[in-house]
């Protein structure tokens, strides 16, 4: 089984339909755009949330493209010259394009009936970065499908499609990318899947809404100010604990750079592998990352800070805590503590 | 080197694939184009294909403009026009060739697709047969590879791969093609046919110079299609009557002045025409001559039957049609051996028909001269005079060749006296020279004689080469009657219809050589499938389909009527498709069935479960819910999912289906 991976980048920002500004204004000069839109909107309002579709004659649509107008042209010119020069073999061959023609149509639509799409659970993004989404394709049929393409769904844009075949009885994954434009918990963007095989002269295709969400953090600030100084310890009997119990509690991989005293020798003997006393542990000042104290005056920024902040002393392996209007996230290190202070601040 | 075909990239491929069918498309016409189109398309396909083999860049625009405003030019130099049918086709196949150094994206092969289409369109003007139709066959299953293979756009797919979606595409379209055919309402012409639209075919003439039906002979292709019915005439008594002429200028016949064709005449040729015996019906197919001739046997009484076509007898006993045969006609005669046509005494026409060319033949006149005065003949008059003549043929050391040489100015003179050899043709323009110099009148007939009868769909060829020149004399008290010479010096060419052969290629004698029958039988059985072809393909006309609408029991059928079957037909496959449909969203696993018809209940009942809720976890709602009085429900669901899962279930489909029937369906706890 095959799983031919494409991808493509979109870039939409918000799913606005209509521009912000002058929404009036464009309404007086275009109105059937705006009907369009609207009716658009809401047909879109009414399919139903789900990470996985089965695509069936109820969700799949066909139209004919401009090429396919242009073959009924060309049909129509040829049965003209057929009568006018009686060419019997002329009616053949222009009948035998039509029913290759309708023969094409069942194809173009069977290419995508009976496919199964899942989206698979996008990771959080930092917001301006591309998200990329993962959606396989199974193909329950003992023929392969071609040339399917995804792509998310942009009213405003030219979709950008990523495309795949779906092996026979076998299934095959694409990427589609989109740049969340905001931090928060977003909704994924609708999602297209089209076909013009065989002939190009029809277009099927499919609008999927999934109910999936991706978490977008706040992008980090790209140049941000060193890490702010740490606080004392809370009942400043960080030393005392620290002597009290004559050893550091937590150990860790060798990390280069590490200073030689931090290395706890004695294990190192005992396996292939140098561990480290985690050095954290022996601080007697707390780094907290704190949203009152990040010295910008817009939100947004102070948010990107502290994002680039939480990054800088993950990196650094430190612990450091986070101190957001309305909630704390007491001082830990690791990835796990690392996700929970981004969501935080993505979603504040 | 297909290795090495296989290894370039696929751009560079698909567009060798592409330049190959359009050179295929092209090919079977070049013969009819001007040279230098023949030769730019060939040129650019050939830049095309290097420019591909070397992934180079393609050239630029001002290049296209430059050669397409050449080739615009060049047409209208060639043709002093750019509409019409030659003139089109020129420029299409031109801008075929032209759009191939445009191909940039794979979507631009949308143009040259619609120009393949065009094209291939065109080839069916210069011919229909079978061998075209199988080759255009293969050119449209390459334009449709090429076609789904621009639009596999992930990878390298195979070519392969595409024709086989292309030939199936096409497979299952032939029903609806046929339907279409069928049922297509046949319409005439609409704006008139084109007058160039036949042209450059060979065949008979209107004209003959003595000379020119040798050139025919060679022409071994169909002329028409004769099936009798009932039985078939003697071999000899085949004379299919052409045009026929009457003035001679020493050195071309040509028909009498036109007023003798006009309609008043037309009229009496038919009153004078006595027709005795029992007729001889017969069905002629006749190929496209761009003539109005209708050939038919000697004599014809009544009109023969052509659908759509008007017919009268001119004067001289020729059929003509009311408008050239331009595409295959097909029509119903009928035609008695024994007739007596034209006047009984001397008449004012009669005279057109002793005029000769002024100081020409003077031997022949001299031979004239001393025929009619010899004793022994004068008593017997013309009829003894023409059999004098006859004898004079036959035992005067007179030869049949196809090869006589070229004649000169003196043509009769040259054929009774120098050469004494010659065909049909110079044998009975010298005799008609001779009758009329002895006041005998006397005309040239030119048609078909003859023909072979293909045993294997009952079917007489007439092939051009059976073309001939016979002569008619006029009698006294009996009108004009049929003379062929040639039969006197050859009667095996006019009698068991043995013509001279062609000379043959190397291959073809060698094949005749070891396996006489072989080539035969061969020739036999491909010309039967050709008719087979034209009477059931190129031969469905109008009146056809409406035959074919009474066949089915429509009493007085219209072209509506084909229009309301074509649409009945269209709304029964568009039914057939949605009731497809339905029972395509239905179910189709029985197992699931089974499923949701226990859920639907349970739902019914109260009990709400997922769609995607397993057997088990079913089972586990119902005792949930109902308690002990659930547990026959959830040991049948508990079956159910091991007849699925199981490695050896003990149960059934049918099985558990009956038991679903007998189950007692538990009662809610109150």
């Known amino acids: 089984m095959s799983s031919p991976v494409a991808s493509a980048t979109n870039a939409p920002d918000a799913p606005a339909a209509v521009p912000a500004a002058g929404q009036e204004h464009y309404f007086v000069l275009n109105p059937v755009a705006h009907a369009r839109r609207q009716f658009r909107a809401w047909w879109q309002a009414r399919l139903p ?101 995804l792509a998310v769904l942009d009213l405003d844009q030219d979709d950008r499609w990523a495309y795949t075949d779906v092996p026979a009885l076998g299934s095959s994954t694409v990427q589609v990318a989109f740049k969340p434009g905001r931090r928060g918990l977003h909704r994924v963007p609708m999602l297209t899947a089209e076909t013009r095989f065989p002939l190009g002269i029809f277009r099927v295709w499919t609008v999927w809404r999934p109910a999936a969400q991706v978490l977008v953090y706040p992008a980090p600030e790209a140049v941000p100010p060193p890490l702010p100084a740490g606080e004392p310890r809370a009942g400043g009997g960080a030393t005392a604990r620290v002597q009290a119990t004559g050893e550091f509690e937590g150990v860790r991989a060798y990390r280069r750079g590490d200073p030689l005293k931090l290395v706890v020798w004695k294990k190192a003997a005992k396996s292939e592998e140098l561990v480290s006393r985690d050095a954290q542990q022996a601080q007697r000042y707390e780094l907290w990352l704190d949203f009152a104290q990040a010295g910008l005056q817009d939100t947004e920024r102070r948010l990107s800070r502290l994002a680039a902040w939480v990054l800088q002393a993950d990196r650094l392996g430190m612990d450091y805590g986070l101190r957001l209007p309305g909630q704390q996230i007491a001082p830990a290190s690791g990835e796990a503590h690392k996700r929970r202070c981004l969501e935080a601040l993505a979603t504040c | 080197m297909l290795s090495r075909l296989a290894k370039l990239p696929r751009d560079s491929r698909d567009t060798l694939f592409l330049l190959g069918v359009i050179a295929w498309l092209v090919l079977p016409q070049a013969p009819h184009l001007p040279v230098w189109c023949v030769a730019m398309a060939a040129g650019l396909l050939a830049w095309r294909a290097l420019l591909a083999l070397g992934s180079r860049p393609l050239p630029g625009s001002v290049w296209v403009v430059g050669l397409l405003v050449l080739a615009v030019a060049a047409t209208f130099a060639t043709h002093r026009t750019l509409l019409g049918r030659d003139a089109g086709v020129t420029l299409i196949v031109t801008l075929l060739a032209l759009k191939t150094l445009e191909m940039r994206a794979r979507r631009d092969i949308f143009v040259v697709f619609f120009l393949g289409f065009f094209t291939m369109l065109t080839n069916f003007f210069f011919s229909q047969s079978l061998l075209t139709a199988a080759a255009m066959l293969l050119g449209l299953l390459g334009l449709l590879t090429a076609l789904v293979n621009a639009h596999m756009p992930v990878g390298k797919p195979s070519l392969a791969e595409s024709a086989r979606t292309a030939g199936w595409m096409a497979l299952l379209g032939a029903p609806v093609m046929a339907v279409l055919f069928v049922l297509f309402p046949r319409f005439g012409p609409l704006w008139g046919m084109p007058g160039d639209a036949m042209a450059g075919r060979s065949g008979l003439s209107a004209n003959m110079q003595v000379g020119s039906i040798a050139s025919i002979v060679l022409d071994e292709s169909i002329a028409m299609r004769v099936r009798f019915l009932g039985p078939a005439p ?81 004067s001289e006993l020729q059929w003509l049609a009311s408008r050239p045969v331009t595409d295959l006609l097909r029509y119903q005669a009928e035609s008695h051996t024994s007739f007596r046509h034209g006047p009984r005494s001397f008449a004012a026409v009669l005279p057109e028909y002793l005029q000769l060319p002024a100081n020409r033949n003077p031997r022949t006149l001299a031979l004239a001269q001393q025929l009619k005065s010899d004793a022994g003949l004068r008593t017997g008059g013309p009829e003894a005079l023409v059999r004098a003549v006859l004898e004079r043929l036959r035992t005067g050391g007179y030869g049949y060749t196809l090869d006589p040489g070229v004649y000169g100015a003196e043509t009769a003179d040259e054929f009774w006296f120098d050469r004494k050899e010659g065909f049909c043709e110079h044998i009975a323009s010298a005799f008609v020279v001779l009758m009329r110099a002895m006041d005998i009148p006397a005309r040239l007939v030119t048609g078909y004689q003859g023909g072979e009868l293909n045993k294997v769909d009952g079917f007489w060829v007439v092939r051009q080469s059976d073309a001939h020149a016979w002569a008619e004399v006029w009698l006294q008290g009996q009108g004009w009657v049929r003379v062929d010479p040639t039969g006197a010096i050859a009667p095996e060419r006019v009698g068991s219809l043995r013509r001279l052969q062609p000379p043959r290629n190397a291959l073809a004698s060698a094949l005749g050589n070891m396996t006489p029958g072989l080539t035969v039988n061969l020739r036999a059985a491909w010309e039967a499938i050709n008719n087979a072809w034209n009477q059931r393909i190129l031969n469905y006309t109008q009146s056809r389909q409406l035959n074919l609408l009474k066949d089915i029991g429509f009493s007085s059928p219209s072209w509506e009527d084909l229009s309301h079957l074509l649409i009945s037909v269209i709304v029964l496959v568009a039914l057939g498709g949605a009731a497809w449909t339905l029972w395509d969203r239905r179910e189709r696993d029985p197992w699931l069935r089974l499923l949701r018809r226990v859920r639907g209940r349970l739902a019914a009942a109260g009990v709400v479960l997922p769609a995607a809720a397993p057997p088990r976890q079913i089972a586990g709602a119902v005792t949930a819910r109902f308690g002990a009085a659930g547990a026959p429900l959830a040991d049948w669901l508990l079956q159910l999912e091991a007849l699925r899962y199981a490695r050896a279930p003990s149960t059934s489909l049918p099985l558990l289906q009956r038991d679903l029937r007998r189950l007692h369906w538990p009662e809610a706890p109150t």
């Open chain 2, 234 to 314: 003697a071999p000899g008594e085949l004379y299919f009557r052409g045009p026929v002429l009457s003035t001679f200028d020493g050195r071309e016949w040509r028909p009498v002045s036109p007023r003798l064709g006009s309609g008043t005449t037309a009229l009496t040729g038919s009153s004078q025409l006595q027709v005795s015996g029992q007729p001889l019906r017969y069905e002629v197919t006749l190929e496209p001559s761009n003539r109005p001739w209708i050939l038919v046997l000697d004599a014809a009484a009544k009109p023969p039957e052509a659908p759509g076509v008007d017919t009268i007898m001119t």
């Open chain 1, 49 to 149: 949330l789900s990470d996985s579709i089965t695509l069936t004659q109820r969700n799949v649509y066909i139209l004919p493209t401009r090429p396919g107008f242009m073959m009924g042209a060309t049909l129509l010119v040829l049965v003209i010259a057929s009568i006018n020069y009686q060419l019997n073999l002329g009616y053949l061959l222009t009948f035998l394009l039509a029913g290759c023609c309708v023969v094409g149509m069942h194809v173009c639509h069977a290419t995508l009936r009976g496919l199964t799409m899942n989206l698979m659970a996008p990771d959080p993004q930092f917001a301006g970065t591309s998200a990329c989404l993962r959606i396989a394709l199974s193909n329950n049929r003992k023929s392969a499908r071609y040339g399917i393409g």
